[in-house]
T-cell receptor
Framework: ETGVTQTPRHLVMGMTNKKSLKCEQHLGHNAMYWYKQSAKKPLELMFVYNFKEQTENNSVPSRFSPECPNSSHLFLHLHTLQPEDSALYLC????????????FGSGTRLTVV | DQQVKQNSPSLSVQEGRISILNCDYTNSMFDYFLWYKKYPAEGPTFLISISSIKDKNEDGRFTVFLNKSAKHLSLHIVPSQPGDSAVYFCAASGWVSGSARQLTFGSGTQLTVLP
């Protein structure tokens, strides 16, 4: 079990559904991130939260809505997704300004049908 | 436009031989470089890193080389073992704004070590 826990591990949802992905870290980090990994593509940064404040939104469609209630928890709310949104969604955490990299969760494998 | 590129999507190597994974970057503001390893159904895990003030960093079987003038880095694994079979992501770190550092990832290279 890593210090970053993501639930659920797998999710299948219809295009009209609303679901949420959850991420929790127990490392005392103060920055959290959502990444999307599609097949044979780079990990794409979606959102960045530093000290619970969103500092980055990389042109992500509004059907993805992040929420960071505290520095240990991060959510990604999903609604009216498209089949092309099917991917592995990874959460990561770090200390703000830390150059030693991030700690990743195991990801949520999302399939939109 | 990708700022971090891994041009080889896959690499196969015989057990005991050397594996060399390559990565190129375009942004001169990157000053720290990392390699992550990813097994199926798991998140990426940190493997080794190098600061831009160095040209080599070694950790056991893993060595990372940085050529700043060519904006190129490589990961050498020797000797390669079947357990090294995984996807390897190159990542570059730089200050994006104020107090925020961000990692920019390549698309990954699937390494297969054949017994």
């Amino acid at each position: 079990e890593t210090g970053v826990t993501q639930t659920p591990r797998h999710l299948v949802m219809g295009m009209t559904n609303k679901k949420s992905l959850k991420c929790e870290q127990h490392l005392g980090h103060n920055a959290m991130y959502w990444y999307k990994q599609s097949a044979k593509k780079p990990l794409e940064l979606m959102f960045v939260y530093n000290f619970k404040e969103q500092t980055e939104n990389n042109s992500v469609p509004s059907r993805f809505s992040p929420e960071c209630p505290n520095s240990s928890h991060l959510f990604l709310h999903l609604h009216t997704l498209q089949p092309e949104d099917s991917a592995l969604y990874l959460c990561a955490s770090s200390h703000v300004g830390d150059s030693d990299g991030y700690t990743f969760g195991s990801g949520t494998r999302l399939t939109v049908v | 436009d990708q700022q971090v590129k891994q041009n080889s999507p896959s690499l196969s190597v015989q057990e005991g031989r050397i594996s060399i994974l390559n990565c190129d970057y375009t942004n001169s503001m990157f000053d720290y470089f990392l390699w992550y390893k990813k097994y199926p159904a798991e998140g990426p895990t940190f493997l080794i890193s190098i600061s831009s003030i160095k040209d080599k960093n070694e950790d056991g079987r893993f060595t990372v080389f940085l050529n700043k003038s060519a904006k190129h880095l490589s990961l050498h694994i020797v000797p390669s073992q079947p357990g090294d079979s995984a996807v390897y992501f190159c990542a570059a770190s730089g200050w994006v704004s104020g107090s925020a550092r961000q990692l920019t990832f390549g698309s990954g290279t699937q390494l297969t070590v054949l017994p």
